[in-house]
């Protein structure tokens, strides 16, 4: 089975301009997550979907938003593009064995630069 | 009282020798302990986790331990081997149901299994 996609691997964009980056999660699994991972750092949330809904959003300011599609897979998009916007962004889906038992695997990210 | 603490931030280890990591939480709400396993230019990949109603789980090479009383919790990897050497992230999250999960991570730490 192929495990959470995202594209594109690597992006470079400048300051002030507005990203897009993609995530298709694991067959099967409505929920979706984004972190970002500065470089040394633990993963930090960004936004949950599940089944179309946000559900969480993490502290981050209103340039950052998402959405997620009837086939589950999601976009983060960024504007107004900051040097610290500069990380590792992670999309991972999760599997829910029932309400109260789950499990979150990641893809492999997207590297954004901005100069 | 979302902070999740790892140390050490590094560690070197022999082949065969048994690293520990360890990890302490404030969130006394947190229920979900899992730990990740990053490669340099990879995404997280979920090694093991943990609930707070046990206090001991193994998996193969990996353990984790968990001290609920102390808000502790740890990571164990029996016979390490070089291609173990990797960053090693612990997580939590308190279950809500469906989609309204957030992880929280540590700040990391990167173990080198020397031969």
């Known amino acids: 089975d192929a495990g959470v996609t995202q594209s594109p691997t690597h992006l470079i964009k400048t300051r002030g301009q507005q990203v897009t980056l993609r995530c298709s999660p694991i067959?099967?699994?409505?929920?979706v997550s984004w972190y970002q991972q500065v470089l040394g750092q633990g993963p930090q949330f960004i936004f949950q979907y599940y089944e179309k809904e946000e559900r969480g959003r993490g502290n981050f300011p209103d340039r950052f938003s998402a959405r997620q599609f009837p086939n589950y897979s999601s976009e983060l998009n960024v504007n107004a593009l900051l040097l610290g916007d500069s990380a590792l962004y992670l999309c991972a889906s999760s599997l829910y064995f029932d309400a109260l038992s789950y499990e979150q695997y990641f893809g492999p990210g997207t590297r954004l630069t901005v100069t | 009282q979302q902070q999740v603490k790892q140390s050490p931030q590094s560690l070197i280890v022999q082949k065969g020798g048994i690293p520990i990591i360890n990890c302490a939480y404030e969130?006394?709400?947190?229920?979900?302990f899992p730990w990740y396993q990053q490669f340099p230019g990879k995404g997280p990949a979920l090694l093991i986790a943990?609930?707070?109603?046990?206090s001991e789980k193994k998996e193969g090479r990996f353990t984790i331990s968990f001290n609920k009383s102390a808000k502790q919790f740890s990571l164990h990897i029996m016979d390490s081997q070089p291609g173990d050497s990797a960053t090693y992230f612990c997580a939590a999250s308190k279950i809500r149901g469906f989609g309204n999960e957030k992880l929280t991570f540590g700040t990391g730490t990167r173990l080198t299994i020397i031969p």
């Open positions: 067959s099967g699994h409505k929920s």
């Open positions: 969130n006394t709400a947190f229920d979900y």
């Open positions: 943990i609930r707070p109603d046990v």
